[in-house]
């Protein structure tokens, strides 16, 4: 089966532009995960959805950083204004259903310059 | 606050040579403790995982081994192989009240394992 897709796998910008990253879960898992992962450091959990229901976005800088699911599918992370600390890997992963094996994309490098 | 870590951030092994990865945790609540595999410009991957009250789980050349009383869980990688060159990870998290799924994964810092031919 196709695995959990995202675009685009790399971004530059400039401190204080905009970016946007996309995420296509595998077909029929209900629960998306966006997690940032700083060089050197584990994954840590920005926003948890089911369907396209929040579940857990305590760790979302909410003052620059957004995420959708709309239809319950694909999802968009959005950063704006972007700082340097924003550097990492954003990961995207799904499960089938909450707390399931989680399945994880290979990530979007994003470095602020 | 709680937190996830390893003992040793770079291990390199001969190919062949048995190898073993250490993390300590420090939340006692934890349910359920995970090993995933990086490769580089890769996402995570699931090894094996292990419930709190168990010390012992044996999966196809891994083995992970909890050891409560300390808070440390390794993983044991035997005959390795180039291929399992990557960075691993511990996880831990709550279960759900019935046992049945993870809650929120907290990652540690991550071993970079290198296997020399």
């Known amino acids: 089966e196709a695995g959990v897709a995202q675009s685009p796998r790399y971004k530059i910008i400039e401190k204080r532009q905009s970016v946007a990253f996309w995420c296509n879960p595998i077909?029929?898992?209900?629960?998306l995960y966006w997690y940032q992962q700083i060089l050197g450091q584990g994954p840590k959990l920005l926003i948890q959805?089911?369907?396209?229901?929040?579940?857990?976005d305590s760790q979302l800088p909410k003052d620059r950083f957004s995420a959708e699911r709309l239809k319950g599918v694909d999802s968009t992370l959005k950063i704006q204004p972007a700082k340097l600390e924003d550097s990492a890997v954003y990961l995207c992963?799904?499960?089938?259903?909450?707390?399931?094996?989680?399945?994880f994309g290979q990530g979007t490098r994003l470095t602020v310059v | 606050g709680e937190s996830v870590g390893l003992h040793l951030p770079t291990l390199s092994v001969q190919e062949g040579d048995n190898s073993i990865i250490n993390c300590a945790y420090s939340?006692?609540?934890?349910?359920?403790f995970i090993w995933y595999k990086q490769e580089s410009g890769k996402g995570p991957q699931f090894i094996i995982d292990?419930?709190?009250?168990?010390d012992k789980r044996q999966g196809q050349r891994v083995t992970v081994l909890l050891n409560k009383t300390v808070k440390h869980l390794s993983l044991q990688i035997a005959a390795t192989q180039p291929g399992d060159s990557a960075v691993y990870f511990c996880?831990?998290?709550?279960?759900?009240?019935?046992?049945?799924?993870?809650?929120?994964?907290?990652f540690g810092q991550g071993t970079i394992l290198t296997v020399h031919p």
């Open positions: 992963a799904s499960s089938l259903v909450a707390g399931g094996l989680t399945f």
């Open positions: 077909s029929g898992h209900a629960t």
């Open positions: 959805f089911q369907n396209n229901g929040v579940v857990d």
């Open positions: 939340n006692s609540a934890s349910d359920y």
């Open positions: 292990i419930r709190s009250n168990m």
């Open positions: 996880a831990e998290t709550r279960g759900n009240a019935g046992g049945t799924s993870y809650g929120k994964l907290t």
